[in-house]
């Protein structure tokens, strides 16, 4: 075949080609600069790039495994339309929509409404994690089963933990059988009641109550002891870790055969504990940003490959539940659209990582916690795909969520997600297409 009989079939058929982006691509490991032919729902053909390198990145579509979009029940911070709008403008093209909604997604009808009410707006899909237990209250497991006869195979009691330890135990032995997937808020309620910033120079400097590492690690043993104990073999994942010390027992657990996984968030990775006491109720969330010596030690362990994960933990409030006093506001920030530039600027740069391994932890990584199929740019294959600017220096002062509660906005950032396909074009330089 001549270049030239190559070149009128592609042209033909492309919607259009991307010329000179370096794809990165964790599915096949594949880094390289290339030219990329779209269709209008494929990928047609990927080919070493002819001209120059034109400076932008092409990543799979990312996949954040934490995500609260608030509907049913508080649609106010947020509705299923804004939140998975976020979603694409940040380059998630899957959100893990955890279950802490009013009701809670604890029955197979809520959570199957979720999600096909979420596909009719064309934006990123959402992957239902229900409750493991009933009205997430701790106690009784819902149908675990009957959830799996559906294709949900992660659940979680986000927002708090499974309390019981009987239930816990029960549905390790229940999910195994489908290798399903129990995700683990990791909290000892009674230690963290009252609590509102990190033990040590937040709560001493704001006079607010503390919330000690300890009150997640001690958790993360118990789930780890459970799980051994139940000789089940089953899967479980630990959300949201903020102490090193919660690090260390998962890859002391994965060393002695266990099947567990953990994910760290990104404002974990690049904020401290001086956040809060000087931004306030803006950068309050369970669980607290930690001391330096600690946020240091977790950027170092995700370095070493002691972590699965990075999400965002996206928990819009509106303002009349963050403006309030540090104590009583509520806890969470908004991250879908802060998720990629956060994260690539403190592993890129502070823990020196490859690109390509940050964007497996965004990626493929999550899609297998959550038994999906990784995302993958490859010819032939359905676009899910976002450029990416890596210099473009950028203020975040809008944002397509109902909310604004982040200690990003207003603040200037680096990289910027400038176009996303999934299915087809969603979104090119902050407008939905
Ligand atoms: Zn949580």
């Known amino acids: 075949m001549t270049e030239r009989t190559t070149r009128t079939e592609s042209m033909e058929s492309a919607n259009e ?27 047609l053909w990927i080919r070493k790039a002819s001209g120059k390198p034109s400076g932008l990145w092409l990543l799979p579509g990312l996949v954040d495994m ?29 959100v893990g929509m955890m279950p802490n909604t009013t009701p809670a997604l604890d029955t197979l009808d809520l959570a199957l409404s979720v999600k096909e009410k979420g596909e009719l ?45 009987k239930a816990l135990l029960d549905a390790f032995n229940r999910v195994a059988s489908f290798n399903g997937v129990v995700i683990e808020h990791p909290e000892v309620t009674a230690m963290a ?49 903020s102490s090193p010390e919660s690090i260390r027992q998962v890859h002391e657990a994965v060393l002695a055969g266990l099947k567990v996984t953990c994910d760290v968030t990104p404002h974990h990775l690049a904020l401290n504990e001086e956040a809060v006491i000087a931004l306030g109720p803006v950068a309050k969330m369970n669980p607290p940003l930690r001391s330096e010596e600690s946020r240091k030690e977790i950027v170092h362990m995700v370095r070493e490959g002691m972590v699965t994960a990075v999400a965002s933990d996206h928990a819009p409030h509106t303002s009349t539940r963050k403006e309030l006093p540090l104590s009583t506001a509520a806890f969470g920030i908004i991250g879908l659209e802060t998720l990629l530039p956060v994260t690539l600027g403190i592993l ?45 220096q950028w203020t975040y002062t809008r944002t397509f ?30 407008e939905f297409v």
């Open 17 to 43: 080609i991307l010329r000179g982006v370096r794809l990165f691509n964790p599915a096949d490991g594949f880094d390289g600069v290339v030219d990329v032919a779209a269709g209008r729902d494929s990928v």
């Open 401 to 430: 969520s109902s909310s604004s509660n982040s200690p990003f906005f207003g603040e200037r950032l680096k990289g910027r997600v400038v176009r996303v396909w999934f299915g087809r074009e969603l979104y090119r330089e902050g």
């Open 121 to 165: 707006f064309g934006l990123a899909r959402i992957e239902p994690i229900p409750c493991v237990t009933r009205g997430r209250a701790g106690e009784i497991c819902t149908d675990l089963e009957d959830f799996a006869g559906s294709g949900i195979t992660c659940f979680s009691d986000d927002g708090s933990p499974v309390e019981s330890d």
């Open 348 to 392: 890129g740069g502070e823990a020196g990582m490859h690109p390509l391994d940050i964007i497996r932890l965004l990626t493929t990584a999550p899609a297998s916690v959550l038994n999906t199929a990784p995302p993958d740019i490859a010819a032939g294959k359905p676009l899910n795909m976002i450029l990416f600017d890596p210099e473009l």
């Open 193 to 241: 009641a009252g609590g509102a910033v990190n033990l040590g120079r937040a709560s001493t400097e704001t006079g607010v109550q503390g919330i000690p590492e300890s009150a997640e690690h001690l958790d993360v043993k118990r789930c780890i002891d459970i799980l051994r104990d139940s000789r089940s073999g089953a899967r479980l994942h630990l959300t949201h870790l």
């Open 66 to 94: 934490h995500v609260h979009l608030r509907t049913p029940g508080c649609e106010d911070a947020e509705t299923l339309e804004t939140g998975l709008r976020a979603a694409v403008a940040g380059g998630v093209t899957r």
